[in-house]
Nanobody, 127 residues
């Protein structure tokens, strides 16, 4: 009943920035924790960032801490991922997820068991 649609992916040079958006449609719930995951070619899906339903609790993977910022606008049913100081290692398909669990739970592992997933948006960072 909930659809998540990512946008904002594309090409960037190392050191550049991109902002990803994830818009929810259908019957949604403001109490959902939201998060971003990514999967590079030949690699397993990994956690990137998560945010609690109220936006007061945030988690980041060590690999993106200090470079990426997650935020949400519940009035717009949208979560964002601002990516700065991009590295070639950030190249991946980025997926938005929503779950009734906590942001802490979402931060553990590769996002298995999440209630809803977007189709993904490709981010490519050149050196």
């Amino acid at each position: 009943q909930v659809q998540l649609i990512e946008s904002g992916g594309g090409l960037a040079q190392a050191g550049g920035s991109l902002r990803l958006s994830c818009a929810a449609s259908g019957r949604t719930f403001s109490s959902y924790a939201m998060g971003w995951f990514r999967q590079a070619p030949g690699k397993e899906r990994e956690f990137v960032a998560s945010i609690s339903w109220g936006g007061r609790t945030i988690y980041y993977a060590d690999s993106v801490k200090g470079r990426f910022t997650i935020s949400r606008d519940n009035a717009k049913d949208t979560v964002y991922l601002q990516m700065s100081s991009l590295k070639p290692e950030d190249t991946a398909v980025y997926y938005c997820a929503a779950d009734k669990s906590t942001a802490a739970t979402m931060s553990r592992g590769g996002g298995y068991g999440m209630d809803y997933w977007g189709k993904g948006t490709l981010v490519t960072v050149s050196s």
